[in-house]
C-alpha cells in the first residue's frame, strides 16, 4: 500500500526519501523520527505543537511510508540517509528525536553527522533485556509466514473495519511498511544492541541526551531502562502513556522537547 505525499522526496544518493518540513526555515530545527511501521504521520499530534517555534523536520524512514524500498533498513544505512538529506536541506544544530527504532536511528544519525548536537529518545530501552512482546511476534520475521502475515494485515477487508478507530492510521502505515522491515527489527536488532546497546552509544557520543519513557510501556521496562541511561549520563523523564508519549500526552512531549532543545 502506498500513501500520499504531504512533504518533499529528495533524492539522497540515487534512495528517494520523503521528508516534511513545518515551522520557519531558520528556527531551531527538531528533527521527528518514527520508529518501526510509523511515518511521519506518527507525529501529526506532536509536530504542531513544535512547528510555532522550530523548523520541525519528520522523514519517512526507508522501508516506510513514502519512502518505501526494501534495502538498507537497519539502523546505520538510514542515519546514512538522513545524514545526506539533512545536508541537501541544510539543517544544522539539529535536536534529533527519535521513537522506539527511531531511537537507534538517531543515535547513528548522531555519530555520522556533526549536524545533530543533541538527542531526544522516546519509548526504547537500551537492549532487549527486558523487553516484552507480544506472543507471535516473531512469525514477522519469518521469510514465508512473515510476508503472508504482513499481506493479511495489510488487506483492504481489515483497512476498511478499521477505517472508523483510532487504528486506522497505525494500519496504513503498516500496509506501507516493507514485510523486509521485520527481520531487521525483531531480529538483526536484537542481536546488533546485545554487543552496542542505546546506553553505550549514549556515552560514547558524549551529547546532551533526554530519555522520555512511559509508565505504562508494555513493550520495555521503564525502570531499568531509566537507571542504564542516568548511569550513561542521560536525562530521564517519566509519563504517564505507553509506548507512544507523543500520541498520548503530545503536549507534555512538546514542551520537554521545546525546552531541552533550548537549553544552553
Same mark, same amino acid.
Given at each position: 500500500?502506498?500513501?500520499?505525499?504531504?512533504?518533499?522526496?529528495?533524492?539522497?544518493?540515487?534512495?528517494?526519501?520523503?521528508?516534511?518540513?513545518?515551522?520557519?526555515?531558520?528556527?531551531?530545527?527538531?528533527?521527528?523520527?518514527?520508529?518501526?511501521?510509523?511515518?511521519?504521520?506518527?507525529?501529526?499530534?506532536?509536530?504542531?505543537?513544535?512547528?510555532?517555534?522550530?523548523?520541525?523536520?519528520?522523514?519517512?524512514?526507508?522501508?516506510?511510508?513514502?519512502?518505501?524500498?526494501?534495502?538498507?533498513?537497519?539502523?546505520?544505512?538510514?542515519?546514512?540517509?538522513?545524514?545526506?538529506?539533512?545536508?541537501?536541506?541544510?539543517?544544522?544544530?539539529?535536536?534529533?528525536?527519535?521513537?522506539?527504532?527511531?531511537?537507534?536511528?538517531?543515535?547513528?544519525?548522531?555519530?555520522?553527522? !556533526?549536524? *545533530?548536537? &543533541?538527542?531526544?529518545?522516546?519509548? +526504547? %530501552?537500551?537492549?532487549?533485556?527486558? #523487553? $516484552?512482546? /507480544?506472543?507471535?511476534?516473531?512469525?514477522?520475521?519469518?521469510?514465508?509466514?512473515?510476508?503472508?502475515?504482513?499481506?493479511?494485515?495489510?488487506?483492504?477487508?481489515? !483497512?476498511? *473495519?478499521? &477505517?472508523?478507530?483510532?487504528?486506522? +492510521? %497505525?494500519?496504513?502505515?503498516?500496509? #506501507? $511498511?516493507? /514485510?523486509?522491515?521485520?527481520?531487521?527489527?525483531?531480529?538483526?536488532?536484537?542481536?546488533?544492541?546485545?554487543?552496542?546497546?542505546?546506553?553505550?552509544?549514549?556515552?560514547?557520543?558524549?551529547?546532551?541526551?533526554?530519555?522520555?519513557?512511559?509508565?505504562?510501556?508494555?513493550?520495555?521496562?521503564?525502570?531499568?531502562?531509566?537507571?542504564?541511561?542516568?548511569?550513561?549520563?542521560?536525562?530521564?523523564?517519566?509519563?504517564?502513556?505507553?509506548?507512544?508519549?507523543?500520541?498520548?500526552?503530545?503536549?507534555?512531549?512538546?514542551?520537554?522537547?521545546?525546552?531541552?532543545?533550548?537549553?544552553?
Amino acid at each position: 500500500m502506498t500513501r500520499r505525499t504531504t512533504g518533499t522526496v529528495l533524492d539522497v544518493d540515487g534512495v528517494a526519501m520523503h521528508l516534511r518540513e513545518d515551522g520557519p526555515a531558520d528556527a531551531p530545527a527538531v528533527l521527528l523520527v518514527h520508529g518501526f511501521s510509523g511515518s511521519l504521520h506518527s507525529f501529526d499530534r506532536l509536530a504542531p505543537l513544535l512547528a510555532d517555534r522550530f523548523r520541525v523536520l519528520r522523514p519517512d524512514l526507508r522501508g516506510h511510508g513514502c519512502t518505501g524500498g526494501h534495502t538498507g533498513l537497519d539502523a546505520v544505512s538510514q542515519a546514512t540517509t538522513l545524514a545526506g538529506a539533512l545536508k541537501l536541506i541544510g539543517a544544522g544544530h539539529v535536536t534529533a528525536v527519535g521513537h522506539s527504532f527511531g531511537a537507534d536511528v538517531v543515535l547513528a544519525l548522531a555519530s555520522l553527522s !556533526g549536524a *545533530v548536537t &543533541r538527542t531526544v529518545l522516546i519509548g +526504547q %530501552a537500551p537492549d532487549y533485556s527486558h #523487553a $516484552t512482546f /507480544p506472543p507471535g511476534n516473531g512469525l514477522l520475521a519469518a521469510p514465508f509466514a512473515g510476508r503472508l502475515l504482513h499481506r493479511l494485515a495489510s488487506s483492504a477487508p481489515v !483497512g476498511f *473495519v478499521l &477505517r472508523p478507530t483510532p487504528l486506522r +492510521q %497505525a494500519h496504513a502505515d503498516f500496509s #506501507a $511498511t516493507s /514485510p523486509a522491515m521485520a527481520h531487521a527489527v525483531l531480529t538483526e536488532r536484537r542481536r546488533l544492541l546485545a554487543t552496542n546497546p542505546l546506553d553505550a552509544q549514549i556515552s560514547a557520543l558524549g551529547l546532551p541526551t533526554l530519555a522520555i519513557l512511559g509508565r505504562r510501556d508494555r513493550l520495555y521496562d521503564h525502570t531499568s531502562a531509566a537507571t542504564r541511561y542516568h548511569t550513561a549520563g542521560a536525562d530521564v523523564t517519566f509519563l504517564d502513556s505507553g509506548h507512544t508519549p507523543f500520541v498520548d500526552q503530545p503536549a507534555e512531549v512538546a514542551s520537554l522537547v521545546a525546552s531541552f532543545s533550548l537549553q544552553p
